[in-house]
């Protein structure tokens, strides 16, 4: 298993026991994300980390989660968060809803980000059609500053609504070496999952 820095993970997404540690995600072998039938076939080793983000949400990486961070929300249900609610009484998170439209996913992510990561500095980019586990959905880009820090990380989410559930991938790196090195990896997984 790769080296793991700990100490760089963003505080407000991981709200979990710090000693859950990781297990290591082998190259090849299907993988069942979280317990709402997402499965993918990693192309790379990739580190789950053992705390989760959120109910039905987990988050593996590959040099630790503030260099690369790929983030699995699987089977998201009707009134349910992305992440786990960091402060629900003042800032409650953005639920998800099955008649939502693919481009409302994306609004959905940035709203739940906005609020968890504490950041005004987010921006969505491209938004475009895409095939998600064989089924319609979205993909979308995005970047964003951690608040307290002067990295710039660009990410990309793909995506869809299968079941009245969310099923969403994404990925985000710094722009400086770890976005370009790993993007393609991130594709090729998205590209293998499947629901059911």
Avoid: C
């Amino acid at each position: 298993m790769k080296r793991i820095f700990l100490a760089l993970i963003p505080a407000s997404l991981i709200v979990a026991p710090a000693q859950a540690g990781f297990k290591l995600m082998p190259t090849g072998k299907v993988q069942l994300v979280g317990k709402m039938g997402l499965n993918v076939t990693p192309p790379n080793d990739w580190n789950r980390l053992g705390a989760k983000i959120g109910r039905n949400a987990e988050s593996w990486t590959l040099d630790g989660l503030s260099l690369n961070d790929l983030s699995f929300y699987a089977g998201i249900e009707e009134g349910r968060t992305l992440f786990r609610e960091v402060d629900k009484k003042n800032r409650p998170l953005p639920k998800f809803t099955a008649a939502m439209l693919p481009t409302d996913i994306v609004s959905l992510f940035e709203g739940s980000y906005r609020v968890a990561a504490g950041t005004s500095l987010f921006e969505i980019g491209k938004v475009e059609p895409a095939t998600f586990a064989g089924k319609p959905g979205v993909h979308f880009t995005y970047s964003f500053v951690q608040q307290g820090e002067e990295v710039r990380r660009n990410g990309e989410g793909t995506g869809a609504i299968i079941g009245g559930k969310l099923y969403l991938i994404t990925f985000e790196a710094p722009v400086i070496h770890y976005f370009d090195r790993d993007i393609a990896q991130y594709r090729t997984l998205v590209g293998t999952a499947r629901v059911g």
